[in-house]
Structures are given as structure tokens and as C-alpha cells.
């Protein structure tokens, strides 16, 4: 290289090295979550979060070292006694995150980061019992990445859950883990206060939709602690009776990988994602603060749902001194983590059965709906029922028919908007429980035409003591030859 051309190319490494400071969006920011939420679908109901005032008075949260949980027959002998002898680490300092790798790995920090804790020599056999119940496999390596441990002070070891990792961590039936995936987790692990009236006020703190006449989440105040666990234990690995969604109509733990291309987050499409910093506003409002998020501190048509369940006075938040939350850069980074996830190699590759379910899948018009490269056209549907307002009906996102799908999710829970969103089909080989309730544990279930019989047995979730439950909605791909259906699977499988 001639001299004068190197210099000019170190000169060039010099800016690029001395790239600005990363510019942080503020997460809490009044303007843009007041548009950032879709409206329920009833007229005149409403959500306010809480206002940014309040946000930033509480506390931001230290991040310790996340130490591994192992399953019980490969943790290292006299583990937890190590650990109690280690100081303490802490692991996130924004002044030296200095390159776009650096936050990244910060944020796999945050995303790892167990939020519930309690001391360990009780919390991880209680959470280990329930994975090895429930047939969690842990991950190649002996470790459980949907649990993790903390020491804040020398001598004192925490383990605890509720990281992004508890339920978007997917470990696979031979121990392979797929970070941001749908994750395998039981809705039981989750828990609730064991005593008879807490734990009903719990379900309605986490559940109750004050705006609806007849609300299906009543039911819990008649019912017993067994019954409310034998809700939670009929709910199959995958599912989850998110905050928000209902005790009887649980929601699909979503694959966060490709997140980034999605304009809109939830089944219902709650949540629009314009930037980066909306997928922080979704952190912040959805995790991080137990027993949930932020949302939980909303006003929903003059119900607040953290005002029931908090030992302060009645009608009052609690004060902000004794709420942790994660800090702007840290859902910063962790908004980066996510954005950097990619799906394991596939390892289906073209065969003549796939070209021909790539031509049924145009054939039987998916791509209107999936449409490719990404599978989706980020479109709202309509759910049954539902006529949208004026103010909707102008927008080139709405599709103005309904894929037919059971309604209440959307018409019925705190998360609804009165639409479904179009899901993206990447990633379907690795994952399970199809639809949003995830009824169908396979796609071979969700093209069976049978799905639609009123004596159907689904293999995912069905409501509540039914034995039967016919999967409705979602005709596409239902008439086809036994053939055609074979191919149309395997094509899915290679996205
Ligand atoms: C208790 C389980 C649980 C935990 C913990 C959890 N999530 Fe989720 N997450 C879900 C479920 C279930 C949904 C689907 C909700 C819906 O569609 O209504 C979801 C939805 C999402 C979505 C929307 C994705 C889409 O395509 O619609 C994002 C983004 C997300 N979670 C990020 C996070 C992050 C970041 C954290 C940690 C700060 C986190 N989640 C913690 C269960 C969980
Ligand atoms: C009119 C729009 C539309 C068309 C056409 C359409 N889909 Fe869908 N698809 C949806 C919507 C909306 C959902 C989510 C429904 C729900 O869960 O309530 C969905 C869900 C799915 C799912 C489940 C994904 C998951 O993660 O749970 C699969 C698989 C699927 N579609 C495949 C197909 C195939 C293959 C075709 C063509 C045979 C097709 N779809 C045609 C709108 C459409």
C-alpha cells in the first residue's frame, strides 16, 4: 500500500474508532408512550401509564454477576457454599461500554438478569422441582439459563426468575438452548401467595378488566387455591398466563428473534415498535418491576392494578423509593441484545417435497398474509366481532377481515385492541404450540382440518376443564391433499 494511501486509511480507523457516544432514548418519555399503545376495544375505556414523574423516582437497579443454577445432578459439589465466599461483582457500567459489541454483551447481562429472588438453598430446589416435574430438560451444559443466582453481599446467595431469559430462553429435547426463542417454561413456576384471599386478589390484580360488564376473571372468587393451581398446571409448556392476558385465555411466549422487523408487539398488537426505544418502553412496562412490569402501575379505567396487591395504602402507588426498575441504558442495551439475535442454522434444506410446499403456500394465498422475506405483513386482522373506530379505519395496517380465531384475548383482557396481528412464520421448525393461545402443539395439529370438530382434542392449550374444544379460525390450508400438506409443512419448516 503506498504511504500517503495508509495514512489516509489510518486517518479514517481514527473516526471510525472515535465513533459518538451512543445516544440513549429515554425510555419513560410522556409523549411517545401516550402514542405508543393501541386503545382497548370498548369505547370509552382507557389506559394512562404511569407518568414519567413518578418513573424516574424509583430505583435503579445494580446488576450482580448472574451465576449459573444447575440441575440437581450436575451442580458441583458444595456450589452454593463457593458462592457465599465470592464477593460480590457488579457487571454493568455504561462508561465502558464503548463499541456496539460491548452493549450488546452488556445486554445479555439485563436480559439474564433474575428480577425475583429469595435465598437460594430454598428458591432452587423449589424452581428446580418444578422444571424436572414438568419435563424441562436442563441445557447441554447441566445449567437451567431460565434461572440464575446472585450474590449482593459476601455470604449472601440469591437465586431467583423472572429474567427475559425465564420465558424467551428455548431448550430444545437434546439440551441445545436457543436465546430469545419461545421459551419451555411451565405457567406453575410463576406462583402466586398461597393464602386464600391473596392469591384470588392476586389473579385479580394481575387479570381483572374493569371495563368489561361481565368479566371472565370473576370466576377466581369463588375458587380455591387448588383450583387456581390446577388452572395454572393444565397450561402447556410454551403458554403462559402473561399479566394482562387471562388465567383462561393464556398467550403464546413469542420468538423475539427478528423482533426488530415487527412493527407491532403482542398477539393483539398493543404496543408499536417505531424505534428502539419503543422496544425499551416495552421492556420497562411488560418486566423488570415484580410481580410484573410497569403496566402494572397503570391506570386502567380508574383501576390500578399494583394499588391492590401493594402493602401501602389503599389507592396509592407505592412509594417510588421502594420500586426497583432497570435504568435507561440498561433496556438500552438490552433493546441491543435482542436486535443482535439470530435463529441456529436450519437444517432443512431443499428437497423437491419443499419446492412443491413452496407452490402451495403461494397457491393457498399465505403470502397475502405472510408474506415474504419476513413472513408477515405486519398487518392488524380483525377479531371476531370487532368493528374498528373511525380514526382506525384509514390506516394501511388494518386488514379489514378476521382470521376467524377464538375472540377473548382480544376482547376480553387488558392487552386487547379488538385485532390480531398477522405472526411471522420464521422459525416455526424449532418451535411449538401454534396459534395465540397455542392450542396446536405442532404444524402437522394446526393444518389438520379435524381441529375444527367440536370433538376435537387439542394437543396445546384448550379452556379450562373442557375435554374437548374445537381449534376455530384459521381455514388457510385446511382443504388440502394429504400430499400438499406434507410439502406445505416441510416448505414451513425451512424458514
Ligand atoms: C413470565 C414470562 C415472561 C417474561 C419474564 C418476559 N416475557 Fe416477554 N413475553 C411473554 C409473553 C407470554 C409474551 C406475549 C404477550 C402477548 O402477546 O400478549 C411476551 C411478549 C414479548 C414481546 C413482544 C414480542 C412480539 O413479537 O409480539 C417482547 C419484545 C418481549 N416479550 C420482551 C421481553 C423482555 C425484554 C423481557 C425481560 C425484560 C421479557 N419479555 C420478559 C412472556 C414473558
Ligand atoms: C388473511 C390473513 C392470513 C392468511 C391468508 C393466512 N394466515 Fe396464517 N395467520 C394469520 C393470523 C392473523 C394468524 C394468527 C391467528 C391467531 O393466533 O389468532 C396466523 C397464524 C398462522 C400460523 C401459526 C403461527 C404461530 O406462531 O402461532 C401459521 C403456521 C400460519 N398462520 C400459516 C399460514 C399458512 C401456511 C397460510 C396459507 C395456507 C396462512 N397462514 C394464511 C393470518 C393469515
Partial sequence: MPPRFCAIAAAALCIVVRLPAQR??????DAAL???????PIAGASI???PASYYYKTKERVLYRVHPVYSSKTEPPGYLDKLAQTEPELTFN???LKTDQDWIAAGREVFRYPVN???ASETIPLFRGVLERCGVPPAKDGTYPQLGIIVPRKGVVLAGFLSCAT??????PDGSVIEGAQGSLPDTILGFPPELEKARTFQLALYRVPWLKSDPINRVRTMSVEEISAVKAAIPLGVVARHGSSLFTPVQIPDLIGVRDRKYLDHTGLMRQRDIGDLMRYAALNAGTPPAGMDMFADYSGFVPIETISDGAENTLPAPETVERFSDAQLYA???FIYSLTPPANPNHSSPLIQRGEKVFAQEGCPRCHTPPLYTSNRLTLAIGFTPPPEDSRSPDILRISVGTDPDLTMKTRRGTGYYKVPSLKGVWYRGMFGHSGWCATLEDWFD???LRNDYVPTGFKPFGARTYAVRGHPFGLDLSREDRAALIAFLKTL
Avoid: F, M, Y
Avoid at 34 to 40: D, G, R
Fill in 117 to 119: 429472588t429469595g435465598p
Fill in 167 to 172: 420465558c424467551h430462553t428455548r431448550i430444545q
Fill in 24 to 29: 440513549i432514548p429515554k425510555t419513560w418519555d
Fill in 94 to 96: 455504561e462508561s465502558n
Fill in 34 to 40: 401516550a402514542t405508543s399503545q393501541l386503545k382497548p
Fill in 449 to 451: 382440518p379435524r381441529r
Fill in 48 to 50: 394512562k401509564p404511569v
Fill in 334 to 336: 438490552l433493546a441491543k
